[in-house]
């Protein structure tokens, strides 16, 4: 390894579903952070790591912030403080908004920012949804706002001046040796992807709290010499009467989860896989402190 190798971390924070885990899943090349039109998709904190000749970059994908006065239970409040500590450890701040309008939860993310003397990126995103002329006043106002390093408007969608942003994160990162083997795309276990990819098609899906009401756990996950890996998922919902809701008329609700979460995780471990669906209830699991854990959060 040469020794003026680049290395560092990159946390990527911003407002509810801006576009984080889309730009992280187009940087790394794979699929590794779920994504959906709802707000607060992401609930952990997930590494997403691309190495380079002359750099490895790891990035964080963080669960979108709200101000935690609007936290409605225990646990939602307690992603949003995981996500703001995760500022601190890290070599570059990339806060990524949307390019309509500042809003109320940017200026509390650059409150944060401002107590941490660190690089600061302003990534815009979507881009593709405005007129480029728009983009200068917002600049400005974001300017006035606070001194960043670099603002880069980009659409993760369409993968519009991602180079540019690889580059200029690049740039800024210390020198470092390797962190993560070069072929490593991220630090979930495999169980983890598989459930997360059943609770994306959960939350394009479902309707109301649905989605956020559920937790998912991969209960068994066994390779056979033979045939299809043999997944065991229990999905977990606060009520009962959520239960009936998900598994909808005749099953159909469940079936579709099941079938297109299959093909997804397929893609990504690269062979068949046979999915096994279950619903249970764990009583109002999001406002009991015990559910961290149970959620991969270290206490
Ligand atoms: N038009 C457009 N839509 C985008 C772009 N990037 C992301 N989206 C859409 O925005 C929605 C939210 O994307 P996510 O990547 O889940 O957003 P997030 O910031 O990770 O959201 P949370 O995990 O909830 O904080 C999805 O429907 C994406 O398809 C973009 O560049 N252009
Ligand atoms: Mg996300």
């Known amino acids: 390894m040469k020794n003026n190798f680049k290395a560092g971390f990159v946390t990527l924070i911003g407002k509810p579903n801006v576009g984080k885990s889309t730009l992280i899943n187009q940087l790394i090349g794979e699929k590794i952070a779920i994504v959906s039109p709802r707000p607060q998709t992401t609930r952990n904190i997930i590494k997403g790591i691309v190495t380079f000749d002359e750099a490895q970059v790891i990035f964080l994908d963080t669960p979108g912030i ?33 390019p309509f309008s500042i809003y109320e939860e940017d200026r509390f993310v650059l409150q944060k920012l401002k107590k941490l003397n660190k690089p600061a990126f302003l990534i815009i995103n979507k881009i593709d949804k405005i ?10 106002n974001y300017l006035d ?40 795309t991220t630090d979930q276990p495999e169980r983890i992807l598989v459930s997360e990819l059943v609770r994306e098609q959960i939350f394009i899906l479902t309707r109301a709290e649905i989605p956020y009401s559920t937790m998912v756990k991969v209960s068994q996950f066994e390779e056979r010499e033979e045939g299809p890996i043999y997944i065991r998922v229990v999905i977990y919902v606060e009520q009962k009467s959520q239960k009936g809701i998900l598994i909808g008329n005749s099953g159909k609700m469940i079936k579709k989860i099941g079938s297109l979460a299959r093909k997804e995780i397929e893609k990504r471990l690269g062979c068949h896989v046979y999915l096994d669906l279950w619903v249970g209830v764990k009583k109002n699991w999001r406002r009991q402190k015990k559910s961290f854990k149970e959620m991969g959060y270290t206490l």
């Open 66 to 98: 709200i101000s935690l006065n609007k936290t409605r239970t225990l646990v939602d409040r307690h992603i949003v403080r995981e996500a703001l500590k995760s500022l601190e450890g890290t070599d570059i701040i990339a806060i990524m908004v949307e």
């Open 131 to 140: 007129k480029e002329s728009q983009l200068e006043s917002l600049k400005k």
């Open 145 to 184: 706002l606070f001194l960043f390093d670099r603002i880069i408007p980009v659409s993760a969608k369409k993968g519009t001046n991602l180079s540019i942003l690889m580059g200029e994160i690049i740039q800024r990162l210390p020198y470092h040796s390797i962190y993560y083997p070069g072929d490593f």
